[in-house]
């Protein structure tokens, strides 16, 4: 058994204003295996951005223990994240290779290798030829491929995704499932994906945590025991609707 | 293409128009030449050898386009200077609010009595005037940064001014360009109205020289120069944002 390249025992996370205390996390523990695509799953306000935002170095956390990175898996918390949020933001003025370029750009990283891969990276994403164009002249879907790519432009060790694809029309988004899945192969980045959407947590996930909201808690965390290459008629197959249950169930929606 | 053909031609077109309707008004209706003159008695005004036309011009432009950049550089520096100092921007913005409320016109006699009448004191008139929506708009435009975009940026650890440079002020592009095209109608009526309240050149000099003596057409030539001032101007600006916003950022004003 190999170290975890996340874990988290414990953690909470609490906001204040004035004197009033509002609990956003309590008690999150769960670890996270280098290259495995984590689901965080849970309804509006379960606090599930507040924990990506811990993990990407946004917001500190009020108790418990936070580690990243292993012996074997380093971790420098200034260049190994990498972030897609579930708006694109994409900057309008910059035409998709360096939009994709900009976090290699803040980085410092060599500008030369960067545009080489930054051209990978869009080959990997499906966006070969969308090089020079503008991001309106792109749909939402290619836009938020583009939005991945510029996610790993800086080959962080660690991608957080916050609903990237809750914006997407539903046939946009079960291919972009299927694509999240390949891109992560290839790639072979640990993902936290958080999502409010209970099957596609179990699609993607080799495990899924589960969070309720009030008070915002950690309800669940296990496993996903379905094979990779994932095919989405596996989402009609014993085993999915058991794990799906199960989540409904935890979220109280059974 | 074809499209854009069509548009320039309907431009040129309307222009034409007017002027056409302008000199069968004056023909048909057998307008006195000191109510309204014909274009082409308009024009003859160009001729009058004691109005020093290109010097007014000169002079107005100046103060013109010396007022417009000087606001452009003011009004773009401190909203800079806000969005770099939250204490700063509270204490100065709700003041400035404040004072984009005055006439700008009302200051002309005071800028008169304080620095006595010529270019320099018009120039401040058109600066005065244009500098609050530069300033405003480019406030404004420096502020609205999407709150992911930020958290993208600070897990990346980038500086302020990373932040600054690569975001917030090419995002704040659009904004300072509808800033500026509301400015440079601004500017013109500055200067004018600068010249009209105390000056010895100008075209808005000329205007009130030749009012005495009744001379309609030079006082027509005379707005016809400062709305041509004015279009160049604004052509400068248009064709600059165009160079430098993307299309689909453009704001219009």
């Known amino acids: ?254 | 293409m074809n499209e854009t053909i069509q548009r320039y031609a309907l431009a040129i077109l309307a222009h034409i128009a007017l002027v056409l309707a302008w000199y069968l008004f004056v023909k048909l209706g057998n307008v006195p030449k000191f109510v309204m003159p014909s274009p082409a008695a308009t024009l003859d005004a160009l001729l009058a050898p004691n109005y020093n036309w290109w010097g007014n011009i000169a002079v107005t432009g100046t103060e013109i386009f010396a007022g417009y950049f000087l606001a452009l550089v003011v009004g773009i520096a401190l909203a800079m200077v806000f969005t770099w100092s939250k204490a700063l921007e509270a204490f100065f913005m709700p003041l400035l609010v404040s004072l984009n409320m005055i006439p700008k016109v009302a200051l002309g006699p005071l800028i008169i009595v304080w620095f006595k009448y010529g270019v320099f004191p018009n120039t401040l008139m058109a600066f005065s005037i244009c500098v609050f929506p530069i300033l405003l708009t480019t406030a404004r435009g420096l502020r609205e940064i999407e709150p992911e975009l930020l958290d993208l940026v600070r897990s990346l650890k980038g500086s302020r001014w990373q932040l600054f440079a690569k975001i917030q002020l090419p995002g704040a592009l659009p904004y300072i360009f509808s800033g500026m095209k509301v400015a440079a109608i601004l500017a013109v009526a500055g200067a004018i109205v600068g010249e009209f309240l105390g000056s010895d050149k100008g075209l808005g000099y000329l205007m009130l020289q030749v009012q005495v003596t009744l001379d309609t057409p030079a006082m027509f030539m005379a707005v016809i120069m400062i709305t041509l001032i004015g279009m160049v101007l604004y052509g400068i600006v248009l064709a600059l944002e165009r160079w430098l916003v993307v299309k689909d950022a453009r704001i219009d004003a």
């Open chain 1, 1 to 254: 058994m190999s170290e975890p390249f996340i874990h988290l025992a414990g953690v909470t996370k609490v906001y204040r204003s004035g004197k009033s205390e509002h609990l956003a996390i309590s008690d999150a523990t769960f670890d996270v295996m280098p290259g495995e695509l984590v689901s965080l799953v849970g309804p509006s306000g379960c606090g599930k951005s507040t924990l990506l935002k811990i993990l990407a170095g946004l917001h500190p956390h009020d108790g418990g223990t936070l580690r990243i990175g292993s012996s074997t898996h380093p971790f420098d918390p200034a260049r190994d994240v990498g972030m897609v949020f579930q708006a694109p933001l994409l900057l309008k003025w910059r035409r998709i290779l360096e939009n994709v370029l900009l976090p290699a750009e803040i980085l410092g990283l060599p500008a030369a290798q960067s545009r080489a891969r930054a051209k990978e990276l869009l080959a990997l994403v499906g966006l070969a030829g969308a090089e020079e164009k503008y991001p309106y002249e792109l749909s939402g879907g290619m836009q938020q491929r583009a939005a991945i790519a510029r996610s790993l432009v800086h080959d962080p060790k660690l991608v957080l995704m916050d609903e990237p694809f809750g914006a997407l029309d539903a046939l946009t988004r079960e291919k972009m499932n299927l694509e999240l899945l390949r891109i992560w192969k290839e790639a072979g980045k640990t993902i936290v994906f958080v999502t409010h959407g209970i099957s596609e947590a179990v699609f993607l996930g080799t495990r899924v945590v589960v969070l309720t909201a009030g008070p915002a808690r950690m309800a669940d965390n296990f496993p996903i025991d379905l094979p990779y290459p994932r095919t989405l008629d596996m989402k009609t197959s014993v085993p999915f609707g058991e794990y799906s249950r199960r989540i409904y169930k935890l979220l109280g929606m059974e």
